[in-house]
């Protein structure tokens, strides 16, 4: 009856959004859709639509952190995928469940700005984020304006990703998307710099949620034993045939449509 392989499980801790496109929904579909298990604590909720981001509002970081805990307890986690953190409280409490579980790969999608450009952390926040965070990050998926944030005082991309992993990051899948290039150029850094280098074409239109996808699916791949170079190009693959075939269902950002491959020919 139950003779199914159990899915490996990945938490995912992240922030709702009501419009489905990107956050916690995303996250869910990405890693059901490439086989795994998504246990999931959300860490903000999120007054927001396909257009831009209002407001955010975080959760009790007491509250997170004992769901959380409840879950790593319980169920046979994988791998942590992080993604909208909320406030400083949040980051200091992920930070003490990254501290108790060194084990498990980290993938972590530094959301600092919304797609429709509202910002989504101070700059105690990054701070933070470069202090508790990204020592423990095994995988960082930022685009070319967060990697920058991240790395003000850097002069080129090679010298921010170099940055960040002086400070204890492992890998950086750095996404092309917000470049003015006119094919999407993505890129993974390692501890001797670049070690791979894909070049997608540009699909036309704005997509609300792609780096949520990416950095899900990069998780969903890893905790089933994918090595991070494999993970890193198939999670592309995954997510521009996501946006590929995405759904414009109003005047906003596109919809990713993560089960592409259920649709009917």
Known sequence: MHSHPAPAVTLVLAGHDPSGGAGIQADIESIRALGGYPA????????????????????????????????????????????????????????????????????FDPILQAGGGKKLSSQE???????????????????????????????????????????????????????????????????????????????AGDYHGSGCTFASACAALISQGADICNAVEMAQSFTWKSLESAHKLSEGQYLPNRFFWSDPA
Not at 85 to 107: C, Q, S
Not at 140 to 156: F, G, M, V
């Open 125 to 203: 926040m990054i701070a933070a984020i470069s202090d508790l965070l990204l020592p423990y990050t095994t995988l960082l998926t930022p685009n070319t304006q967060e990697l920058k944030q991240l790395s003000p005082n850097a002069d080129s991309v090679a010298a921010q990703a170099q940055h960040l992993i002086n400070l204890g990051c492992q890998h950086i899948a750095l996404t092309g998307t917000h470049a003015d290039t006119p094919t999407v150029i993505n890129k993974l850094y390692g501890s001797h710099g670049e070690m791979q280098h894909k070049s997608w074409p540009r699909l």
């Open 40 to 107: 999931t604590v959300i860490t903000a909720t999120t007054t927001q639509n396909s257009h831009n981001v209002q407001g955010i509002h975080p959760v009790n970081a007491n509250d997170l952190i004992a769901q959380a805990r409840m879950i790593l307890d319980d169920l046979p986690i994988s791998a942590i995928k992080i993604g909208l953190l909320g406030n400083i409280e949040n980051i200091e409490a992920i930070h003490t469940l990254l501290r108790d579980h060194p084990d498990l790969p980290v993938i």
